[in-house]
Nanobody, 115 residues
């Protein structure tokens, strides 16, 4: 059974940086897209960034230029480096993998940015 385990969330002041990670445990191969989503209190979950198996990255306009997504295929891990954080970035961040037509979600990690 595949599980996605996230780490690296926490509390940071506005303007600071955090890196969150998401690693797949269990047997999983040929992961296609790896991505990050977030959900703020009272809001719908929204897409943040994604990276394809070929390394192509895409970002939501709200994080473009501040966040960087990367992946380590040997470790089945995706990272999200978040710089110049703003209070509006406060949310639970979820990773999402797609492989062989299946979609996997992490349990979420809290990121809180204080003003």
């Amino acid at each position: 059974q595949v599980q996605l385990v996230e780490s690296g969330g926490g509390l940071v002041q506005a303007g600071g940086s955090l890196r969150v990670s998401c690693a797949a445990s269990g047997t999983i191969s040929s992961i296609n897209n790896m991505g990050w989503y977030r959900q703020a209190p009272g809001k719908q979950r929204e897409w943040v960034a994604s990276v394809t198996s070929g390394g192509t990255t895409n970002y939501a306009d709200s994080v473009k230029g501040r966040f960087t997504i990367s992946r380590d295929n040997a470790k089945n891990t995706v990272y999200l480096q978040m710089n110049s954080l703003k209070p509006e970035d406060t949310a639970v961040y979820y990773c999402r993998f797609t492989a062989w037509g299946y979609i996997y979600w992490g349990q979420g990690t809290q990121v809180t940015v204080s003003s």
